[in-house]
C-alpha cells in the first residue's frame, strides 16, 4: 500500500516480556517518529530517525525501549520487560526528508496483563 | 508540564453551523503548528498547517487562524458536516517545518445531523 504500515494491528502479552512493533514507512520517506498515545492523553514523542543520523532519541521513557531503522526504511521498536504503563497505542510516523506534515499508520495496541 | 493545551475535552455542534476548536501553547519557540483528525482505531490524519510568519491559513471548510502575542490557534470548520466527527489534535514543532511534533490531548467532535 502507499502509506504507513504498522504490524501487528493488535498485541496482548504477559508483564516482563519483551515485544518487537515493527513500522514500514511511505516509500521515498527519510524521516520515521515514534509517538505513544496512553489512554486519554496526547500522542507523546518517543524517537526520531533522519537519513542516516544519529536517532533523537530523547522521548524514550526509560532504557528498556530502543529502536532501530535498518537500510533506511523499516523500524522495530522493541520495549523489554514490559510493565504494565507500557500499554498504550504505539503510532509510526514518516515524513519526506523530514518536512512536514508527518503521515501516520493506523498503529499498535498494546495491552500488557 | 504541557506545552500544548486543548483545553476542551469535547465540542457538540449541530450539523451546517461553525465549529471552533481551539489549542494554545505555551513555549514562545514553536514556529509551526498542525491539525491532525482522528477516527477510532485509525491514525492521525493531517488536515492543516500554518506557520509562524502567517495568522491564518484556509483550505476548503477548514481554517486555521494563529495568534502568536497570545500563543493561541484555533480551527474553524464550516459547515461542519456529520463525517466531521472526529477527535482532532493540535500540534506544534520548534524546529520550522522539521522535527517531532508536541500534541495535545485532543478534542472530541461531535456533528449532529
Known amino acids: 500500500g502507499a502509506g504507513v504500515s504498522q504490524s501487528p494491528s493488535n498485541k496482548v502479552t504477559e508483564k516482563g516480556k519483551d515485544v518487537e512493533l515493527r513500522c514500514d514507512p511511505i516509500s521515498g520517506h527519510t524521516a520515521l517518529y515514534w509517538y505513544r498515545q496512553s489512554l486519554g492523553q496526547g500522542l507523546e514523542f518517543l524517537i526520531y530517525f533522519q537519513g542516516n543520523s544519529a536517532p533523537d532519541k530523547s522521548g524514550l521513557p526509560s532504557d528498556r525501549f530502543s529502536a532501530e531503522r535498518t537500510g533506511g526504511s523499516v523500524s522495530t521498536l522493541t520495549i523489554q520487560r514490559t510493565q504494565q504503563e507500557d500499554s498504550a497505542v504505539y503510532l509510526c510516523?514518516?515524513?519526506?526528508?523530514?518536512?512536514?506534515?508527518?503521515?501516520f499508520g493506523d498503529g499498535t495496541r498494546l495491552s500488557i496483563l | 508540564d504541557q506545552q500544548v493545551k486543548q483545553n476542551s475535552p469535547s465540542l457538540s455542534v449541530q450539523e451546517g453551523r461553525i465549529s471552533i476548536l481551539n489549542c494554545d501553547y505555551t513555549n514562545s519557540m514553536f514556529d509551526y503548528f498542525l491539525w491532525y483528525k482522528k477516527y477510532p482505531a485509525e491514525g492521525p490524519t493531517f488536515l492543516i498547517s500554518?506557520?509562524?510568519?502567517?495568522d491564518k491559513n484556509e483550505d476548503g471548510r477548514f481554517t486555521v487562524f494563529l495568534n502568536k502575542s497570545a500563543k493561541h490557534l484555533s480551527l474553524h470548520i464550516v459547515p461542519s458536516q456529520p463525517g466531521d466527527s472526529a477527535v482532532y489534535f493540535c500540534a506544534a514543532t520548534a524546529r520550522g517545518s522539521q522535527g517531532n511534533l508536541i500534541f495535545g490531548k485532543g478534542t472530541k467532535l461531535s456533528v449532529k445531523p
Open positions: 500554518i506557520s509562524s510568519i502567517k
Open positions: 510516523a514518516s515524513s519526506y526528508r523530514g518536512e512536514q506534515p508527518q503521515h
